[in-house]
């Protein structure tokens, strides 16, 4: 005797991983949750440069592509006077 297979729900990850809009934008609940991977602290979005700013480690993390770059490799060093700071 057959038994109907019942179509599993699609994985939650899957549904993530197809959800397009997360990328058209930065989402400001991911910017909630994204702090400076080494101090831990929160990040000041810059809309016009397109980073994120770590004011105690001066430090601007670049968004590439809509997503954000969280690697010191890749972060811009500020100088101690930049408007980015104030
Ligand atoms: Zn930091």
């Known amino acids: ?11 939650v990850w899957l ?3 197809n959800n397009v809009s997360w990328r058209s934008r930065l ?5 909630e949750i994204l702090v ?4 831990k602290g929160p990040l000041d979005y ?5 980073e994120l ?3 105690p480690c001066r430090l601007a993390y ?5 997503i954000p ?10 100088p101690s006077d930049a408007p980015e700071l104030a």
Do not use: F, W
Not at 36 to 39: A, N
Not at 69 to 78: G, K, P, Q
């Open 53 to 55: 700013v770590c004011k």
């Open 62 to 66: 670049p968004i590439k592509d809509d």
């Open 69 to 78: 770059v969280m690697l010191e490799d890749e972060a811009r060093s500020l």
């Open 15 to 17: 549904l993530m991983s």
């Open 36 to 39: 400076c991977p080494i101090c």
């Open 1 to 11: 005797m057959l038994c109907r297979q019942v179509p599993l729900p699609l994985p």
């Open 27 to 31: 989402d400001p609940r991911l910017l």
């Open 46 to 50: 810059r809309k016009a440069q397109a």
